[in-house]
């Protein structure tokens, strides 16, 4: 272990920003990773390549741009309103993050309940985004706002009631425990990967998986920024600086949700037991494979999302509560069922 | 109408497909190679390495200018009125001994206005003496508009690089363009 002492302050402010700086790090190379590189291979071009070598300092460029830009307000916007809304987004991600755990004691905020706390926090962003849509003064906006919010409220359920198979599974709310449980655990009786719940809450990995998608508003399910009917919804009205923390927000995002997905159902930063790599280790692996892992789980997103075409409103409504949300019903209902046999 | 059921092997087909190209940009020699994107992306990266445009693609209008006779139909076709042609008359030599010296129009202005051109080719189709030509060059942009307003010089510079007439498909009823023989001004 380190023999460093810290004052609780200095432990939390250090705390503070290496989770920054990991979330945003890690929001950059996905960015430049999926969005400029991965994306263009699928579509037969190469992506940004003047910028740096290969392209790697485009995102640079994009942020200096929008920094740059003019910060417009409509002239009937509610001003306040209008400049406080991309920051509550923004806000959700980062309190997001706040309890994904990269290593044994290694998270911004440790608490007992973390996965209660990072389901409710992650709905927050639809205030922000209805606070966007109202405030702008723009019937796209508006539209935008309502429609996501819509979308938001539908696919929250789905998420909420696909993780409960896990915690049935795990027996706990905590992040840290479940990572455990998956560490330690075995499937029939061989241990030689843990119980890494992909394999036992299939299902509810795949209804995490869409509805994700979904609240991330990514592509099959982009309804709320269709460019080609609302121009870009509930963003339509805004520039510069505004315009990028909307930006970073709908990335920052998908790596907080891919890191949730990760850590409940590929064993988040654990390795398994059987492995044998000590705890000490694991300060400095745990970080990596979450990282890895998370990774992996955006390029899904991002692999769905530019492989499909959008789903209209009603189909997207349908698709949650008379598919997703009985389907994980039925999942919970059945991981009960067995958790009791076994 | 009765809601469509979600086709699941057609979703796995289409990550699939999108997959299997981003592999194949990737590694255009397959996976055991080293990926090489730039070979085996479809686009080119622009201004340093150029395609060649077909021999038929509209670039720019070059002007032939021994060929005009300043009828102005190629003025008045333009939709966009981007065709500017001033003219005098002078007098020519006869074409036989002991003829009268024939009147002919001379050219004096003939701008095409590139920043109002819309590349219709109604002007090259019109001209019945074979003096308007396309020709595939495509790089005169200008940083100022008024640049973009090409002179009769400069028109006839572009002549120079008008390709051969390349025969159309049997069955096309298309007038043959003769291109007359560079450097005859």
């Known amino acids: 272990m380190l023999a460093l002492h810290l004052a609780y302050w200095q432990e939390t402010i250090l705390r503070l920003v290496i989770g920054l700086a990991a979330l945003l790090g890690l929001t950059g190379a996905v960015v430049y990773l999926y969005l400029f590189k991965f994306v263009s291979f699928m579509q037969s071009r190469l992506g940004p390549m003047e910028a740096g070598p290969y392209g790697s300092l485009q995102l640079l460029a994009e942020v200096g741009k929008w920094l740059q830009k003019e910060d417009v307000f409509t002239e009937r916007a509610d001003r306040f309103v209008f400049a406080a809304s991309p920051f509550v987004v923004i806000l959700s991600t980062f309190l997001l993050f706040v309890v994904v755990p990269a290593g044994p004691t290694d998270e911004v905020a440790h608490m007992s309940n973390s996965l209660l706390y990072a389901l409710a926090v992650s709905a927050i962003s639809v205030i922000g985004i209805l606070m966007a849509g109202w405030a702008s003064a723009n019937k796209y906006a508006l539209l935008g706002g309502l429609r996501a919010a819509g979308q938001l409220v539908a696919y929250e359920l789905p998420m909420v009631l696909a993780v409960i198979g896990v915690v049935i599974s795990a027996g706990s709310l905590n992040l840290q425990h479940i990572v455990a449980a998956q560490s330690t655990g075995h499937v029939f009786g061989w241990s030689g990967i843990g119980n890494p719940y992909i394999l036992t809450q299939f299902t509810g990995f795949l209804i995490f998986l869409i509805a994700m998608q979904a609240e991330l508003t990514q592509t099959p399910f982009d309804m709320p920024v269709a460019e080609s009917e609302l121009v870009a919804g509930y963003m339509v009205e805004y520039t510069g600086i505004r315009f990028l923390v909307y930006f970073i927000a709908e990335f920052a995002t998908a790596i907080g949700f891919s890191a949730i997905a990760a850590t409940l159902f590929l064993g988040g930063w654990g390795l398994p037991a059987s492995w044998g790599i000590g705890h000490e280790a694991m300060h400095v692996v745990g970080p990596i494979v979450i990282s890895a892992k998370t990774v992996l789980l955006t390029g899904v997103v991002f692999w769905v999302r530019f492989s499909f075409p959008r789903f209209r409103e009603d189909q997207l409504q349908r698709l949650a509560w008379k598919f997703l949300i009985p389907l994980a019903l039925g999942n919970i209902v059945v991981t009960a069922c067995l958790k009791v046999a076994f | ?185």
Request: hydrophobic content about 30%; proline content about 10%.
């Open chain 2, 1 to 185: 109408m009765a809601p469509s059921k979600p086709q699941l092997p057609g979703v796995f087909k289409g990550l699939g497909v999108t997959l299997k190209e981003a592999f194949k940009t990737m590694f255009p020699d397959g996976l055991a190679k080293p990926p090489s994107p730039s070979r085996g992306a479809q686009t080119v990266q622009y201004p340093r390495e150029k395609e060649t445009p077909a021999n038929r693609s509209r670039g720019v209008i070059s002007l032939h200018e021994d060929n005009c006779t300043s009828c102005m139909l190629c003025v008045r076709e333009c939709p966009d009125w981007c065709i500017y042609i001033e003219a005098h008359k002078t007098l020519a030599p006869p074409r036989r001994a002991g003829g009268k010296p024939r009147a002919v129009n001379t050219l004096d202005r003939f701008d095409i206005d590139y920043s109002l051109c819309m590349y219709c080719g109604i002007c090259v189709e019109v001209c019945p003496f074979e003096a308007l030509f396309w020709t595939p060059e495509y790089e005169y942009s200008e940083f100022k508009i008024a640049d973009l307003i090409h002179d009769k010089d400069r028109l006839e510079q572009w002549f120079d690089t008008v390709p051969e007439f390349e025969a159309y498909e049997s069955g096309s009823e298309a007038k043959v363009k003769k291109v007359p023989p560079k450097g005859a001004s």
